[in-house]
Nanobody
Framework: QVQLVESGGGLVQAGGSLRLSCAAS????????MGWFRQAPGKEREFVAA????????YYADSVKGRFTISRDNVKNTVYLQMNSLKPEDTAVYYC????????????WGQGTQVTVSS
């Protein structure tokens, strides 16, 4: 079992920055990959970024590449999403997820944190 709790969301002006955190508990954090997803009102959930168990091989959706950075601290059992140059279209509920069973299959999810970017 894995429990995930996101934090760090809020309201920011376009061009601003936020850092999201996702604290994990339960299964050994350094044994599984992590990802961030988001869901805007009226839209399907979409992939944002992911990172391997070791912190290597981060990859991103094209829409956030060059603006967002995913990282993890396996001592603090936390994954981060640094979001810079935010745009109104980044407004969404952001979720972290754990990939404990199979590649590209996220089987544990957090409750989400709201990010709102005003123009």
């Amino acid at each position: 079992q894995v429990q995930l709790v996101e934090s760090g969301g809020g309201l920011v002006q376009a061009g601003g920055s936020l850092r999201l955190s996702c604290a994990a508990s339960g299964r050994t954090f350094s044994s599984y990959a992590m990802g961030w997803f988001r869901q805007a009102p009226g839209k399907e959930r979409e992939f944002v970024a992911a990172i391997s168990w070791s912190g290597g091989n981060p990859y991103y959706a094209d829409s956030v590449k060059g603006r967002f950075t995913i990282s993890r601290d396996n001592v603090k059992n936390t994954v981060y999403l640094q979001m810079n140059s935010l745009k109104p279209e980044d407004t969404a509920v952001y979720y972290c997820a754990a990939q404990t069973l199979a590649p590209s299959e996220y089987d544990y999810w957090g409750q989400g944190t709201q990010v709102t970017v005003s123009s």
